[in-house]
């Protein structure tokens, strides 16, 4: 199983970066991937999420308007693509994939146990 994030990058504030999470090793139709991202002294946060299984995506507060998740499941390939960036988004930006299935009634993994595989981060820093 493995999980490959790439698209990180130095961009000015107000910029755009599109990250890829390239998965392999395991149906990633099944599973729901999301991003987490991990700033400097700071707690791993959940910044959006897609499921497969029941088209169900999610956004934190700090990012929703800004960034946009999507899915090419023939490439098993999950994109973030982040526009309006702020200085306040830098971070390491994590891929992670969780088996569980997310329903319209239940509440979203967003919590880093829930989730099985990870990948080794890419740096996105924006400067002011």
């Known amino acids: 199983v493995q999980l490959v994030e790439s698209g990180g990058g130095l961009v000015q504030a107000g910029g755009s970066l599109r990250l890829s999470c390239a998965a392999s090793?395991?149906?990633?139709?099944?599973?729901?991937i999301a991003w987490f991202r991990q700033a400097p002294g700071k707690e791993r946060e959940a910044v959006s999420f897609y499921s497969s299984v029941s088209g169900i995506t999610y956004y934190s507060d700090s990012v929703k308007g800004r960034f946009t998740i999507s899915s090419d499941d023939a490439k098993y390939t999950v994109y973030l693509q982040m526009n309006s960036l702020k200085p306040e988004d830098t971070a390491v930006y994590y891929c992670a994939a969780t088996y569980i299935s997310v329903q319209p009634n239940q509440p979203p993994p967003t919590a880093e146990y829930q989730y099985d595989y990870w990948g080794q981060g890419t740096q996105v820093t924006v400067s002011a």
């Open positions: 090793g395991f149906d990633f139709r099944k599973y729901t």
